[in-house]
């Protein structure tokens, strides 16, 4: 076994270093709901691990040129305790409130949930609906990066060593804008999700659809943007027709695999179901908001 070297640094750039510097295999520890347990699992062993939490741009909650900037390593409860965020980004929310029980959104944040690159990950769906841009840095400097181009396979991301996830930007939030995340899992509680959909879309005056964004967890080794589905719902009002293209679209992008939660065909008619319930929901909610969020 090896020694584990415990470092809590109060700066960004120190993170950055400690990282960059290491020899052996490093974690980042935001809330460790996830590399704690790996560890505790012997999953992973690492020789150092640096606790972000003590850096203050990954611990706020901003408001930049009309858009919300949530840092990485805000936790579960904080962001759903916080009331004109989820105003503005509801689905967003849906997929947060999702993730274990209180005790876990304690702890756990976005950056997590996003790098620890699970394929079922709740809050990942909702962040590519979204149109959620990562700021990363690292030794190199600072990068944007859309949500949707980080994970790269199960437990793989496309960040090189020494980057940190810092903050994610929301886009400004129009009038007439709705978002809604749903998952399906065997059980209510504290289960991983067998399919898990995004919805983000806008309406013009008269109800017609003028941009839409869906996303699909796991049913592919990353969560997905499927942008035919989005397709399906421009121009429409949502009636069947363009339900039932949305669902066909969903159930077209998916590659799941078969296991004990579900078979693949089970998980493609899910991703459909679900796909136009989401779409329902974020419609709604789109509808209670006719002169958007003030934020
Ligand atoms: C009982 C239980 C129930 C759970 N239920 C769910 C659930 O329903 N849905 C769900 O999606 N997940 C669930 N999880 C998994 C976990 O809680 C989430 O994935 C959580 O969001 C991870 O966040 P964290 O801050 O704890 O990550 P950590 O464990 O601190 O880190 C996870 C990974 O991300 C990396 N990382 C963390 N922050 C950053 C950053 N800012 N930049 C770069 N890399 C970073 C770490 O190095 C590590 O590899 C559950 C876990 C437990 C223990």
């Not at 009309?66 to 759903?80: K, Q």
């Not at 289960?191 to 839409?212: F, H, K, S, W, Y």
């Amino acid at each position: 076994m090896n020694s584990l070297r415990y470092e809590a640094p109060s700066s960004l750039g120190d993170a950055i270093a400690l990282l960059a510097r290491a020899s052996g295999t490093s974690r980042i520890l935001a809330g460790g709901t996830d590399v704690i347990v790996q560890m505790e699992t012997d999953v992973i062993e690492p020789e150092l691990v640096v606790d972000i939490k003590r850096i203050p741009e990954l611990r706020q909650i901003a408001v930049e040129n009309g858009a919300f900037r949530v840092g990485a390593a805000v936790t579960g409860m904080e962001l759903t305790d916080h009331r004109a965020f989820c105003e503005a980004w509801p689905g967003v929310v849906d997929g947060v409130k999702l993730i274990g029980s209180m005790q876990i959104k304690g702890r756990a944040t976005m950056g997590g949930n996003l790098c620890n690159a699970s394929p079922a990950a709740d809050s990942v769906p909702a962040l590519i609906a979204a149109g959620a841009i990562a700021r990363i840095a690292g030794p190199n400097g600072t990068r944007d990066v859309a949500v949707e181009d980080i994970p790269t396979g199960p437990g793989k991301t496309s960040l090189a060593k020494g980057e940190i996830i810092v903050s994610f930007l929301f886009p400004p939030r129009p009038a007439r804008s709705g978002d809604a995340y749903l998952r399906m899992t065997p059980r209510t509680e504290m289960d991983i999700a067998v399919v898990g959909v995004g919805v983000n879309i806008v309406l013009d005056a008269g109800g017609v659809c003028t941009a839409a964004r869906v996303s699909l967890g796991a049913v592919a080794p990353t969560a997905l943007l499927v942008k035919e589905a989005g397709a399906a719902l421009l121009g429409s009002r949502f009636d069947a027709p363009a339900l039932d293209r949305l669902a066909q679209a969903a159930g077209a992008a998916c590659r799941p695999i078969d296991d004990k939660r579900g078979t693949k065909e089970y998980r493609v008619n899910v991703a459909g179901v679900l796909a136009k319930r989401a779409a329902l929901v974020a419609v709604e909610r789109a509808r209670q908001n006719p002169t958007g969020r003030s934020i």
